[in-house]
């Protein structure tokens, strides 16, 4: 009677054990799929926080009110502020309040553009024949570069819409105030 007692005991503890591991799976699975909608809200938040990003840099330093690009994405007022106060969170924007046809909103801009390649494309490290001997304290070096100094002063002649002729550059670089 002992063992049939031992037996049904071991059966019922069992049963126990199914029961407590299919309560954990179903634990599992909630958590599980709590995880992937939260991460997939988390993706769709960040989707759309460097969609804003994007757009707030399009409109460059003048900067873009903060109602205009909700209605550019279709979010909600409340979405579309919790994603400019992130970004100015992070250093990526500047939120400035301001009044526009008699309401209250912000204006976004922001801190830093992105640098553009166009900037350093024609930049004359990328081939220089000194580049193994050029540092910061060799007698090769960037602050005294006639390379450089060169490619400078031809890029400011470009934005400036002088024509940069060797005579122009020879002039400017040795006139130069240092």
């Not at 054990?17 to 909608?37: G, L, M, N, P």
């Not at 804003?52 to 330093?61: A, D, N, P, Q, S």
């Amino acid at each position: 009677m002992k063992t049939e007692t031992t037996t049904k005991e071991i059966d019922d503890s069992k049963e126990e054990d199914v029961t407590t591991k299919e309560i954990d799976d179903s634990k599992e699975e909630d958590v599980t799929t709590k995880e992937i909608d939260d991460s997939e809200e988390e993706d769709e938040l960040l989707d759309f926080t460097s969609k804003v990003y994007k757009l707030v840099i399009e409109h460059g330093t003048k900067g873009v009110l903060q109602s205009e690009l909700w209605k550019k994405l279709s979010l909600t007022s409340r979405d579309g502020s919790r994603l400019a106060i992130r970004l100015e969170k992070r250093g990526m924007i500047k939120r400035e309040k301001v009044l526009e046809g008699g309401r209250w909103t912000y204006q976004l801009s922001p801190l830093r553009l992105p640098a553009k390649i166009k900037s350093i494309e024609e930049s004359p490290c990328i081939t220089c024949p000194e580049e193994l001997k050029c540092s910061v304290d060799s007698t090769i070096s960037p602050y005294i570069c006639y390379y450089i100094a060169e490619w400078v002063i031809r890029e400011h002649l470009k934005s400036q819409n002088i024509p940069a002729t060797p005579e122009v550059i020879y002039k400017r670089m040795f006139t130069m105030k240092v």
